[in-house]
């Protein structure tokens, strides 16, 4: 394991910004800015209940995850065709490329979209061709990961696989989002068993407001290779050494767990906790456009807020090359990049 050199707390939001890192946890549409809904509802020649972006701005201000879901789907509706997906999935990958992300799996929720009548392909198409052009045009590398809505039934879950079939070599994975209380990972155990036999890889969202019962069945009765959160976990011993032990990913979101009224303070984030305790946590932003800041943002007020250190953003951003889908390749690559930035930080002021 690299020895990571002493770096002055002066230094540390530097580094933090400029390391390279991979996003795992962002939802695309929650990537949606107020100016670009404002945008899209102009093009589609829609109509917003919102006079103006900084209207519809103010209106950002939630008390628990559902509070923020109603007005996510209602800012998603702008969204219909697919060069719509493509703006909108463009933009963040340009904003993510300029936080030094080299590698970003990307959520998507096609059922807030197919209910309004979009088609699957519209959906996965402007998604992808997004990605393809920014890997050529930024060289950052991006994946999709189709997430099935948790309210919905698991009937409609399998009515959206069945949509994505023919286009699922553009995607990586699945998930599994929305509303946490009251819908159970155990509630999708057949649509998992299936994804898993056609090759897809498994995440879950788990453990944000559901208690650590939903982390145990996402990777029991899911079986999923990460868990989206996981910050509830710390309420259950065995259940952290069982995460540290199999080295599963937890994609915490800082400002995310704030703005939800997760954590009273950012100050009161268990992050530096859960690395300490060796599990394998990353940072992300979930959704930026709504939490008040891309990954950077994330990464630098989480360490100013709770004091961690050099050594736990070396841990984090390696996590998150570590945890992702990518190739073993890729990986050894970026973890070098990774490498030289905390040797080069010691060498220069920067
Ligand atoms: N939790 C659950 N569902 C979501 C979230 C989240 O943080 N963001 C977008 N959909
Ligand atoms: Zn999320």
Redesign the pocket.
């Known amino acids: 394991m690299f020895k990571v050199p002493p770096i002055s707390a002066e230094r540390l939001p530097g580094l933090l910004r400029s390391m390279p890192k991979a996003e795992l946890h962002i939802?695309i549409?929650?990537s949606l800015e107020p100016e670009l809904i404002f945008a899209l509802a102009q093009r589609n020649e829609l109509t917003l209940p919102y006079a103006s972006v900084e209207a519809l701005r103010s209106a950002y201000a939630f008390s628990n995850?559902q509070s923020?879901?109603d007005i996510?789907y209602a800012g998603a509706s702008v969204l219909l065709h697919e060069q719509d997906f493509y703006d909108m999935a463009r933009a963040y990958l340009g904003r993510a490329a300029r936080d030094n992300v080299l590698h970003a799996e990307i959520?998507f929720?096609p059922q807030t979209h197919t209910a309004r009548g979009v088609a699957m392909d519209t959906v996965i198409n402007g998604l992808h061709r997004a990605c393809e052009d920014a890997r050529t045009e930024l060289g950052i590398s991006a994946t999709l990961i189709l997430?099935f809505l948790r309210h919905l039934s698991e009937e409609s879950a399998f009515e959206t696989l069945e949509q994505a079939q023919p286009l699922l070599d553009k995607i990586v994975g699945v998930g599994l989002?929305?509303?946490?209380l009251g819908h159970p990972p155990e509630k999708f155990a057949r649509i998992f068993a299936r994804c898993r036999e056609l090759g897809l890889r498994l995440v879950a969202?788990a453990g944000?407001e559901g208690p650590p019962a939903y982390i145990w069945s996402a990777l029991d009765v899911l079986k999923v290779e990460r868990i989206?959160?996981g910050v509830q976990a710390v309420h259950d011993a065995a259940l952290m050494q069982r995460l540290a032990q199999d080295r599963i990913a937890l994609t915490v979101?800082p400002l995310?767990n704030q703005k939800?009224c997760v954590f009273p303070n950012l100050a009161d984030h268990n992050l530096g906790k859960l690395l300490d305790a060796g599990l394998a946590a990353t940072v992300n932003s979930?959704?930026p456009a709504y939490f008040g800041g891309y990954i950077n943002e994330n990464f630098t007020q989480v360490f100013a807020a709770t004091g961690l250190t050099a050594k736990h953003a070396y841990q984090l951003a390696f996590n998150s090359f570590e945890a992702s889908f990518a190739g073993n390749a890729d990986k050894r690559v970026w973890e070098h990049k990774l490498k030289e930035t905390f040797e080069r930080c010691v060498e220069h002021d920067y």
């Open positions: 939802h549409e929650g995850l923020f879901l996510y959520f929720d997430c989002d929305s509303s946490e969202h944000e989206d959160h979101c995310s939800l979930d959704d």
